[in-house]
């Protein structure tokens, strides 16, 4: 019941919504953030209940859906699924905090932001692959009309140019499902027993089966050269769009990875892991490089998403303990990291309607709050010690080193992590330092609501770059299984 409370809550808060007469601002408001706010309370009882030391899925509910296919509400949570479920279920609270900034059309936007959470949700608990694929679809539409009609700049072209190539790379992955299904003996929807048969197919079903989960996966990390939908649509996004579309979005491709592709083409998995690395190098220095070169504040946090997402792919193909808990930590990290940059870029908006680096300078003495947060976001972007992206990359990368394949794409991506301080240095000099641009003497410095939105997720940076044991303990067990399922060791 717990799992299934936290699709029902928003769901409730939809409903709620939807009844609501759309000049009631306030009481719109108040339902998104406690149907929000409720679903964080639970994922924290959940974490609370979790039993680390178990490798099995827990809190498993599954009621027969459509029998004549054999498919079934099922839904559970394991160590990989459940850092995924806390991050959605913080970033929704605190982008739904962030959303109070929207001034038109409340009661749709409010009501689409509820689908989203509904979708992002479902996707990380679904155990059956019939209703994962639902969920996995149903995040695209809320999230086409969010930046369709809340976002800003080319808003139509960039949510269609997100719909289209998201769509693409879903469409390869239903036809990988149908596949499975059809091989599966007896047929069956169920991710469990599918990952139980996945040795049995063979090696050259795994391969097309592995392509098709793949093209589906690298378009929502993004993979490179799949990745050109994600600047355009993290620029016209509305702030707590973007904050939701780095943050749980494109980790919903990593997830799909852990939860997928390797338990059902675990031979297939193993055979193109240097694949994988070879693009997760050339997604850290290609899009560090990208970033290096903007003018725009957003779609250098954009372009720092990319490359920051290709740790998550070196983590994957190394198939050590360090380096997969390296990969699913730095899926969490860099959601509350980038959730934190989006933020802050859509604060400054805010103010000042304009992205362009060039037209700040001296910030730091005018809003010294807003600079403290901005130079803390920065550094743990950078990998700094004693914040949570350090402890991600660094575990990523002693994983993939050891792995005498992939040792040439992990010296590689070293390139990264230099230009990572480069941009993210370059941010803190062209906003913060220097002579204070005369046209922002009146600008105003973070207020309340602003500041309760970014301190929770200042606070899970320190702890888990401080004790980042806690949630490393939460992955271990399940990521020992899917190693072992995979490698036999």
């Known amino acids: 019941m717990l799992l299934t409370g936290l699709l029902l809550l928003p769901l409730i808060g939809l409903l709620v919504i939807l009844a609501l007469p ?3 601002v306030t009481a719109i408001r108040s339902v998104a953030l406690l149907a929000t706010g409720a679903v964080l309370l639970l994922s924290i009882l959940l974490l609370g209940a979790f039993r680390s030391e178990v490798a099995a899925m827990q809190f498993v509910a599954q009621l027969p859906w459509i029998p004549q296919l054999n498919v079934s509400y ?4 394991d160590g990989i699924s459940l850092p995924m479920v806390l991050l959605t279920a913080i970033l929704s609270f605190l982008a739904c905090l962030g959303s109070f900034s929207i001034h038109e059309r409340h009661k749709e936007y409010f009501a689409l932001y509820l689908l989203l959470v509904i979708g992002m949700m479902g996707t990380f608990l679904a155990l059956d692959l019939f209703l994962f694929y639902i969920f996995w679809e149903l995040v ?3 999230m086409y009309f969010l930046i369709g009609i809340w976002g800003g700049g080319r808003r139509e072209y960039s949510a269609f140019k997100f719909f289209v190539y998201t769509l693409a790379g879903s469409l390869a992955m239903l036809l990988a499902i149908l596949a499975l299904y059809w091989h599966a003996s007896p047929r069956t929807f ?3 027993e599918l990952a139980r048969q996945g040795h049995a197919i063979p090696l050259a079903l795994q391969r097309l089966l592995f392509l098709g989960f793949f093209l589906g996966f690298a378009v929502k990390v993004p993979v490179f050269p799949f990745h050109t939908w994600l600047p355009d649509a993290h620029v016209d996004a ?3 769009g973007s904050v939701l579309l780095a943050g749980v979005l494109l980790k919903m491709g990593g997830y799909g990875f852990f939860r997928l592709a390797y338990p059902f083409c675990p031979d297939a998995a193993w055979e193109f892991r240097w694949v994988l690395a070879a693009l997760g190098a050339i997604n850290i220095v290609y899009g560090a490089f990208v970033a290096l070169a903007q003018t725009d504040f957003k779609k250098l946090v954009a372009y720092s998403s990319v490359s920051h997402m290709g740790f998550v792919l070196l983590g994957l193909a190394s198939f050590t303990p360090e380096g997969m808990q390296g990969a699913l930590l730095q899926m969490f990290s860099h959601g509350l990291l980038t959730g934190g ?3 802050l870029v859509g604060v400054l908006y805010d103010r000042t309607h304009t992205r362009e680096l060039s037209a700040f300078g001296g ?12 130079i803390f976001f920065s550094l743990g972007s950078l990998g700094l010690p004693g914040l949570s992206g350090f402890v991600a990359e660094f575990l990523t990368l002693v994983g993939a080193f050891q ?3 992939i040792r040439w794409p992990t010296v590689l991506s070293l390139i990264g992590i230099v230009l990572a301080a480069a941009y993210m240095l370059k941010v803190i000099q062209l906003v913060l330092l220097g002579p204070l641009n005369k046209k922002w003497q009146a600008l105003q410095d973070l207020t309340l609501r602003e500041w309760l939105s970014l301190a929770p997720l200042v606070v899970l940076v320190l702890l888990i770059g401080i004790y980042p044991l806690g949630l490393l303990h939460v992955q271990e067990a399940s990521l020992q299984q899917l190693i072992y399922h995979v490698t036999g060791r």
């Open 403 to 405: 792995v005498p394949e």
């Open 140 to 142: 695209l539409v809320p």
């Open 341 to 343: 940059m989006f933020l």
């Open 238 to 240: 509305p702030t707590p």
């Open 363 to 374: 910030l730091g003495a005018r809003v010294p709050r807003y600079a403290g947060l901005l």
């Open 74 to 77: 099922h839904v559970g949570i």
């Open 22 to 24: 759309k000049t009631a």
């Open 190 to 192: 169920d991710m469990v």
